[in-house]
């Protein structure tokens, strides 16, 4: 279905408020300016989702400007020369993903605007959906706006009221923080307890907080703070001020602080705003990906989703080393001979090692295996602002890059590649060409990539703009090699997946190490739905069923679920990528719970939110690509939850084969987590099940058509 | 012949003095401890070169440094474990130079200091020679020594009195300055109006200069600081105290304010001091190049000394433009449309104009033509910190690569290629790769690579560590590519030709693009040789025989020397390329003169510099590599100067067919800069000639072996 309908209207000078609605009628955003100053309020059914919001850009009066934006900004002085109206509705078919087709239903309202004083023309432009809005910042090309720098971008999002917020701190360089539930006259006040220490992080204000921020106001509305689209720009943050409730955008900046460098023509990344009085609409909403230019690679055959195992976990949980010699106490790529060094002996990336996953992974069909530590450098990787720390192309000596990729090609299963920057952009830009065509050339078509620690250039964020266009190149670069990005530590998604779908994930959140960090709180994986997975998927790295780590090494971590609760993420947490990251010999332990692994899809026709409560519970039922076999998850937090389902997604007159993965009565994710029961029957259409989950714990079913 | 003698003497703790002289016990330099500070002093001929000068590293307190570095500086503390001594004396052969044989001959001492309280060693090594001498810092790998910042090195340089100093004002991104004869005292009040315009400028202090810097005593000793083998460091300046007479060396920062980011086991650049009593002693010595690396590629018979006209002078002297349309305000590499475009039909660098010059150089024996602007994304490549501003290989539709390349080809000639950066050095070393390869594919063997504007990334420096860094793995790429690398807007260098002879030229000082933007001043070019060129040669672009531009073009500025001088610099101003910078036509309209550039080598087999006096004047008389003929340069300031010539260095008993271009008897730079004499003799040696050079004159003479 396309339907492409413009309704231009070109209006007089002089306009009042410009309102724009959704298709459905129940959003409502309004442009007006204030005296001279572009605002825009927004109402959903009749509700005030914002107050008035100013919107506005403050420049940064530098020489490296074009002539004449050394003194003035753009935030006011402005009237309205035109405004331009249109309504869009298609339906377009992702690469991978949650549905078959994504309906792109909206309003658009385009507000011209002039500055007289400065001979510069900007344009805002809204889209308006039954689930929200997005507004974005156009800058045309014209002789006196050509070149400027951005200090700040100056658009508000002013709240009605003290709404409870699920945030974590802002930060220039991670978001592997814990939320924190609060409301929003405590952010202040919790900021610093939430500040847990990471490897690179940057504080800019003790009321700044990330998005994909979730909202909920004491009326029952879901409220969702995002970006969409960042393209050759900053990753942005809120600040709030807590006085008037106003959240204003604080974006990235570089290392002489400067937080953007535009050439016009130049469209900034929407800014969006979710909202629904149904939390299930937060996490059932396209908006983010709508708002995204469509695919631009001709060819996607490449492109798979893929569920994979990996040598990983025994290094994170058990300690064991990314190094293969512990006799340097730092390497030099270029000489340091690995042949001469005496090995720890313990290094897992090895070619016995590898086999054995790899043997692991086709018995179980998962089609790849990453296997990280296996090239030089990591003696010596962290910490230093090192910039020729790795060159991804020589391993160690005990990793057989051939014979391992012969063996696992012989089997059906492909090696995932990893490439850990360190941080060191500048190094991994110049040897990215090199680094892919390696690839190419051992049939690896995956990669992990890592960017931990400060980066460089030095000065620079991880979320900067410069940063940004790194890791954006890198997806086109890669997609020019056929090969699909898994980017951990770079910022987080907005999106960008529709129109690059080799970007199939990102990690950009506290994600299952943590589990042996510590651990994360029972809620983490019913908020991440509502925060972090709005801009796209998420290499969370779920499965492990061995959930209590002392069993097997000397790390007196747990994790925070239950077993069964590990299961569900495979549905609840979408990503087209799934790793299976527990130990082979954890697997064969629990061998009928890993049967949910084997069996669940990590490619979907179409998902149902069946309830969601942010910070509590998400249950969905999702129906496998080209199958008619269903996957049900449900998560909880550490208060457990039951389940009501009704089987009415399934086809009518159809009979499924059942399997109930439910936690055990007496089972709890800290005293009893690894009690499960397994059931199975024949289901139809309008069953009905009732599903205790316990406290951190989860269900999971799978309904596999007969 | 090659000559090593180690001798090694261990000696016990709680030294005195250590000294050090040189082979032929002239200069002497002495290392002791001031309390617990290192420190050293230095004579020559029993006069004191330098006072008592402390030496040391103040560390940056930062997480990224190794444990223990966070609180401590490497200035004191210091006791001496023991010290090293050798002696050395080879000769060496250069790719390419002004002597065919070099010597290299020192003693040398090796100081291992210790900081007991921090547990860390380091070395400081002297190498004495006849002329001068270099110390640098080592700095073994160690436990406790392992990663560091450095905030400031402070090696100083304690001068004995109020010195004339031939300077320019110190600089992180510029060497394009006029130099100022003043006493040292005088920098201070003298430093504002040395401060002139530059595309990319930073100031540091008021009494910074840079070096090579070139000095001059009330007793007639010619002191030269510089620096030998920059790797993988800052750029150094000196920063005056001029209260006490000392200079102390002042790195060029990062971003961050750091100035080094070091990993043992590591070795500073050497910081020189050459010295004499005899001006033409600062010329002819090898310190510099000495106290390099020998080279490190296997095969250089691709490298070659060159003689190159090219599509440049009609540009930057005629306005002639790079840009190939007037009508785009900016552009984007990657859509800007070209063949929709309306052609400025000015852009000389075109398939016509470049097969004019090809001809040219076909016609007159230069072997290469270089062409700028050939190379889409000009209309919009400077000042903005744009980072995607060349590609490197997209020519402009009006520059045909591959039927330019075969027609030169086939008349003998190579092109020469052009990478202009815009200071975007991500960007170039993300294309580096794809750029050579384009000129492999051509046949074009060396590239002009420039730097114009500030740096990326933003806020580094042209001199930073990180730039440097860059510098010589573009130089190292290009090795790999069999490609010779002139880099202008680069660090001024500091000696690794030797170690990396297809590094054939740098720009790094004023050079005669000056004289179309206003001139420089007469003296200029004998100063350069005691100051920029003390480092490695400079492409100088001299040969502009069409001395007033305002009888070509709209350009009113003349070139501050007369014909003559233009001609005298192809000997006087060593480098390995030589350009003959001005247009075709003129060279037809003066091609007497011109014959003169036809002749001269630009490669020696011996170099002989027979008089000179900084800012005065230069005669040096070169033996071309592998023939027996002599070429004779002199150049002086604007007080002309008179030459008494001897052809003493001639063979014995055989005739040469002499040459002589010298300016007419009323000749004078500015009055009547195109009047010459050209005459011809058969000599031989111990012949005898009287030369008259006009204010801002010189002469040049050929002699060719019968």
Same mark, same amino acid.
């Given at each position: 279905?396309?339907?492409?309908?413009?309704?231009?209207?070109?209006?007089?000078?002089?306009?009042?408020?410009?309102?724009?609605?959704?298709?459905?009628?129940?959003?409502?955003?309004?442009?007006?300016?204030?005296?001279?100053?572009?605002?825009?309020?927004?109402?959903?059914?009749?509700? #005030?989702?914002?107050?008035?919001?100013?919107?506005?850009?403050?420049?940064?009066?530098?020489?490296?400007?074009?002539?004449?934006? #050394?003194?003035?900004?753009?935030?006011?002085?402005?009237?309205?020369?035109?405004?331009?109206?249109?309504?869009?509705?298609?339906?377009?078919?992702?690469?991978?993903?949650?549905?078959?087709?994504?309906?792109?239903?909206?309003?658009?309202?385009?507000?011209?605007?002039?500055?007289?004083?400065?001979?510069?023309?900007?344009?805002?432009?809204?889209?308006?959906?039954?689930?929200?809005?997005?507004?974005?910042?156009?800058?045309?090309? !014209?002789?006196?706006?050509?070149?400027?720098?951005?200090?700040?971008?100056?658009?508000?999002?002013?709240?009605?009221?003290?709404?409870?917020?699920?945030?974590?701190?802002?930060?220039?360089?991670?978001?592997?923080?814990?939320?924190?539930?609060?409301?929003?006259?405590?952010?202040?006040?919790?900021?610093?307890?939430?500040?847990?220490?990471?490897?690179?992080?940057?504080?800019?204000?003790?009321?700044? $907080?990330?998005?994909?921020? !979730?909202?909920?106001?004491?009326?029952?509305?879901?409220?969702?703070?995002?970006?969409?689209?960042?393209?050759?720009?900053?990753?942005?943050?809120?600040?709030?001020?807590?006085?008037?409730?106003?959240?204003?955008?604080?974006?990235?900046?570089?290392?002489?602080?400067?937080?953007?460098?535009?050439?016009?023509?130049?469209?900034?990344?929407?800014?969006?705003?979710?909202?629904?009085?149904?939390?299930?609409?937060?996490?059932?909403?396209?908006?983010?990906?709508?708002?995204?230019?469509?695919?631009?690679? &001709?060819?996607?055959?490449?492109?798979?989703?893929?569920?994979?195992?990996?040598?990983?976990?025994?290094?994170?949980?058990?300690?064991?080393?990314?190094?293969?010699? &512990?006799?340097?106490?730092?390497?030099?790529?270029?000489?340091?001979?690995?042949?001469?060094?005496?090995? @720890?002996?313990?290094?897992?990336?090895?070619?016995? @090692?590898?086999?054995?996953?790899?043997?692991?992974?086709?018995?179980?069909?998962?089609?790849?295996?990453?296997?990280?530590?296996?090239?030089?450098?990591?003696?010596?990787?962290?910490?230093?602002?090192?910039?020729?720390?790795?060159?991804?192309?020589?391993?160690?000596?005990?990793?057989?890059? &051939?014979?391992?990729?012969?063996?696992?090609?012989?089997?059906?299963?492909?090696?995932?590649? +990893? +490439?850990?920057?360190?941080?060191?952009?500048?190094?991994?830009?110049?040897?990215?060409? #090199?680094?892919?065509?390696?690839?190419?050339?051992?049939?690896?078509?995956?990669?992990?990539?890592?960017?931990?620690?400060?980066?460089?250039?030095?000065?620079?964020?991880?979320?900067?703009?410069?940063?940004?266009?790194?890791?954006?190149?890198?997806?086109?670069?890669?997609?020019?090699?056929?090969?699909?990005?898994?980017?951990?530590?770079?910022?987080?998604?907005?999106?960008?997946?529709?129109?690059?779908?080799?970007?199939?994930?990102?990690?950009?959140?506290?994600?299952?190490?943590?589990?042996?960090?510590?651990?994360?709180?029972?809620?983490?994986?019913?908020?991440?739905?509502?925060?972090?997975?709005?801009?796209?998927?998420?290499?969370?790295?779920?499965?492990?069923?061995?959930?209590?780590?002392?069993?097997?090494?000397?790390?007196?971590?747990?994790?925070?679920?239950?077993?069964?609760?590990?299961?569900?993420?495979?549905?609840?947490?979408?990503?087209?990528?799934?790793?299976?990251?527990?130990?082979?010999?954890?697997?064969?332990?629990?061998?009928?719970?890993?049967?949910?692994?084997?069996?669940?899809?990590?490619?979907?026709?179409?998902?149902?939110?069946?309830?969601?409560?942010?910070? !509590?519970?998400?249950?969905?039922?999702?129906?496998?690509?080209?199958?008619?076999?269903?996957? $049900?998850?449900?998560?909880?937090?550490?208060?457990?939850?039951?389940?009501?389902?009704?089987?009415?997604?399934?086809?009518?007159?159809?009979?499924?084969?059942?399997?109930?993965? !439910?936690?055990?009565?007496?089972?709890?994710?800290?005293? @009893?987590?690894?009690?499960? $029961?397994?059931?199975?029957?024949?289901?139809?259409?309008?069953?009905?099940?009732?599903?205790?989950?316990?406290?951190?714990?989860?269900?999971?079913?799978?309904?596999?058509?007969?």
């Amino acid at each position: 279905m396309r339907n492409l309908l413009f309704l231009l209207s070109f209006l007089p000078l002089g306009l009042l408020a410009q309102e724009v609605t959704s298709p459905n009628g129940q959003v409502k955003v309004t442009f007006e300016l204030d005296g001279t100053r572009p605002a825009y309020h927004m109402t959903y059914k009749g509700q #005030e989702v914002t107050r008035r919001s100013h919107l506005g850009l403050e420049l940064k009066k530098d020489k490296h400007a074009s002539k004449g934006m #050394e003194e003035t900004d753009l935030m006011d002085g402005f009237r309205v020369t035109s405004t331009e109206r249109a309504s869009f509705d298609e339906t377009w078919q992702p690469v991978w993903g949650e549905w078959k087709n994504i309906r792109n239903h909206y309003n658009e309202l385009l507000v011209n605007l002039r500055q007289d004083a400065q001979n510069r023309n900007i344009a805002i432009r809204f889209r308006v959906y039954d689930d929200g809005m997005g507004l974005r910042y156009e800058f045309p090309q !014209q002789a006196d706006l050509n070149y400027f720098l951005i200090s700040e971008e100056k658009t508000e999002f002013a709240m009605t009221a003290d709404h409870t917020a699920y945030w974590i701190p802002g930060d220039y360089d991670t978001q592997e923080y814990e939320h924190v539930i609060s409301r929003m006259s405590q952010i202040r006040e919790k900021f610093d307890a939430a500040w847990t220490e990471n490897s690179s992080q940057t504080q800019f204000s003790k009321t700044g $907080v990330q998005t994909a921020l !979730q909202l909920k106001t004491d009326g029952g509305l879901y409220i969702n703070i995002h970006e969409a689209a960042c393209v050759d720009y900053p990753t942005m943050h809120l600040d709030l001020n807590d006085q008037t409730w106003v959240f204003t955008s604080h974006l990235t900046p570089d290392a002489s602080g400067v937080k953007g460098y535009i050439q016009t023509p130049f469209s900034t990344p929407w800014r969006t705003i979710i909202v629904s009085d149904d939390a299930r609409d937060i996490l059932a909403s396209s908006l983010t990906l709508n708002l995204n230019e469509p695919c631009v690679l &001709d060819d996607t055959s490449w492109i798979h989703p893929t569920k994979y195992c990996g040598v990983w976990w025994e290094m994170i949980a058990g300690g064991k080393p990314w190094a293969y010699t &512990d006799e340097l106490p730092s390497v030099d790529i270029e000489k340091t001979d690995y042949t001469k060094v005496k090995p @720890n002996g313990t290094h897992p990336a090895n070619t016995a @090692n590898v086999k054995r996953y790899i043997d692991f992974a086709a018995k179980n069909g998962l089609q790849e295996v990453l296997v990280e530590g296996w090239n030089i450098g990591w003696e010596d990787w962290f910490g230093h602002y090192k910039d020729n720390v790795f060159d991804f192309v020589t391993p160690y000596p005990d990793f057989d890059v &051939d014979e391992l990729n012969r063996y696992a090609h012989e089997k059906g299963v492909k090696l995932m590649m +990893h +490439h850990e920057t360190s941080g060191a952009i500048p190094n991994y830009d110049r040897r990215m060409d #090199e680094a892919y065509a390696f690839m190419n050339r051992y049939g690896y078509d995956a990669v992990k990539s890592g960017y931990v620690g400060d980066v460089l250039p030095r000065g620079e964020y991880h979320y900067s703009q410069t940063s940004n266009q790194h890791y954006l190149r890198a997806i086109k670069k890669a997609a020019d090699h056929h090969i699909m990005v898994n980017a951990h530590e770079a910022s987080r998604p907005t999106g960008l997946c529709r129109t690059y779908p080799n970007w199939v994930g990102n990690e950009s959140a506290r994600g299952t190490e943590y589990e042996a960090f510590g651990g994360s709180a029972p809620y983490h994986t019913v908020i991440l739905p509502f925060t972090r997975l709005i801009g796209g998927p998420m290499d969370y790295t779920p499965g492990i069923l061995e959930t209590q780590l002392s069993t097997w090494c000397d790390n007196d971590s747990w994790v925070h679920t239950t077993l069964v609760g590990q299961l569900a993420l495979y549905v609840t947490m979408y990503s087209p990528l799934q790793m299976a990251a527990d130990l082979p010999e954890h697997y064969e332990r629990y061998n009928d719970a890993f049967q949910f692994i084997r069996d669940v899809a990590a490619d979907w026709d179409d998902s149902r939110y069946l309830e969601a409560e942010p910070a !509590q519970y998400v249950t969905v039922a999702r129906k496998a690509k080209t199958t008619d076999n269903w996957f $049900v998850g449900g998560k909880c937090d550490q208060q457990g939850h039951t389940t009501k389902l009704t089987l009415d997604f399934l086809d009518q007159g159809r009979k499924y084969e059942c399997t109930l993965y !439910q936690d055990a009565k007496d089972a709890h994710y800290e005293h @009893n987590p690894k009690a499960y $029961v397994i059931s199975k029957k024949v289901v139809k259409q309008g069953d009905k099940f009732t599903i205790k989950q316990a406290p951190g714990g989860g269900f999971a079913l799978s309904l596999i058509a007969k």
